[in-house]
């Protein structure tokens, strides 16, 4: 049973910076994908971005390139999300998930391990 904790959230005015993790209590790399996605009230869960086991490859949302960046640290077990130039649209509870797969999933419903989510919130 793999564990994922997200922190890294907060409060910050638009434009602004802020750099989520979410660490797994086993070793993730090379076997799970693990991706970030967005939750705001009344709206269905979002995908954000989503990081190979290897780390070698991304898939980031339209909505969020170019500002966005995921990355991992595998002998850290943590996976980062860095997001730049952020936007009152950005804020949600954010949360990253896991599969053991090799495939980028985009869909929320692939994802069998979630964490308990971080909120972020940006003024304008």
């Known amino acids: 049973q793999v564990q994922l904790v997200e922190s890294g959230g907060g409060s910050v005015q638009a434009g602004g910076s802020l750099r989520l993790s979410c660490a797994s209590s086993e070793r993730t790399s090379n076997a799970y994908v693990t991706g970030w996605f967005r939750q705001v009230p009344g709206k269905e869960r979002e995908f954000v971005a989503v990081i190979s086991g290897g780390g070698g490859r991304t898939n980031i949302a339209d909505s969020v390139k170019g500002r966005f960046t995921i990355s991992r640290d595998g002998a850290e077990n943590t996976v980062y999300l860095q997001m730049n130039n952020l936007k009152p649209e950005d804020t949600a509870v954010y949360y990253c998930?896991?599969?053991?797969?090799?495939?980028?999933?985009?869909?929320?419903?692939?994802?069998?391990?979630w964490g308990q989510g971080t909120q972020v919130t940006v003024s304008s």
């Open positions: 998930a896991a599969r053991r797969d090799v495939v980028l999933r985009t869909a929320s419903r692939f994802y069998e391990y």
